[in-house]
């Protein structure tokens, strides 16, 4: 068994259609050591689990980080098995996710473990990023608006907006006057000189966010 494999949480309900399955194909990953530990719970049986995690609907599985709700075929859960532990993988759920819309997945996600948050520079510097993915991302980042995990990312953000992609460039900036961080302001001023007017507004309006936080 990899010393790197995740463990795994489902709870299931006696008479779910979806149960079965999953728990069968979790079980046929435990058993190949995909995974190295299997929680189960019947919430009919036993809700308290599926109250502490606020859980309403079945089949609901948890591989390492990764939460699933719903139905997920042997091969889907096999993939986020083998990608528990890496920052591809995590990037991939990111962006999977954001992609069906599941914004609130991912927002849960990564305020509990922002730790995470850092795969998403990755994402943000695709000149091909799907726009309901960098819409998703826009929507996460403005949620941890002022956090501290949003400020350890100022360096990053500071990166790309001097990317020569424009749309890049211009989220970018927003972003920096998202962190709230008073060191980031010459990157902000710096920006006001920017060819595109889009991202000079941007600026400034970066600039007067940062100078309400500090008022």
């Not at 995974?35 to 049986?45: D, F, H, M, T």
């Not at 998703?136 to 360096?155: N, T």
């Amino acid at each position: 068994m990899s010393q790197t494999a995740p463990d795994a949480e489902v709870l299931i309900a006696t008479g779910c259609a979806h149960c079965p399955a999953v728990l069968q194909a979790l079980s046929d990953l435990l058993k190949e050591g995909v995974i190295r530990e299997l929680r189960v719970s019947n919430i009919v049986v036993d809700p308290s689990r599926a109250r502490e995690l606020g859980i309403r609907t079945t089949p609901w599985t948890r591989i390492g980080p990764f939460t699933l709700a719903g139905n997920y075929s042997p091969g889907e859960l096999r993939h986020w098995a083998e990608q528990a532990s890496s920052e591809s993988g995590i990037a991939d759920y990111i962006r999977s996710h954001l992609k069906e819309g599941e914004l609130q997945t991912i927002e849960t996600f990564l305020r509990q473990q922002p730790e995470w948050l850092k795969v998403i520079i990755g994402l943000l510097e695709q000149d091909d990023l799907e726009i309901q993915v960098r819409l998703g991302l826009d929507a996460v980042l403005e949620s941890l608006a002022g956090s501290e995990a949003l400020k350890q990312l100022a360096p990053e953000f500071a990166r790309l907006s001097e990317n020569n992609n424009a749309q890049i460039r211009g989220d970018a900036t927003h972003y920096l006057a998202l962190t709230g961080d008073p060191d980031i302001r010459p990157r902000l001023e710096k920006r006001l000189q920017d060819d595109s007017p889009e991202i000079r507004e941007i600026a400034r309006e970066g600039l007067d966010r940062l100078d309400q936080n500090q008022a």
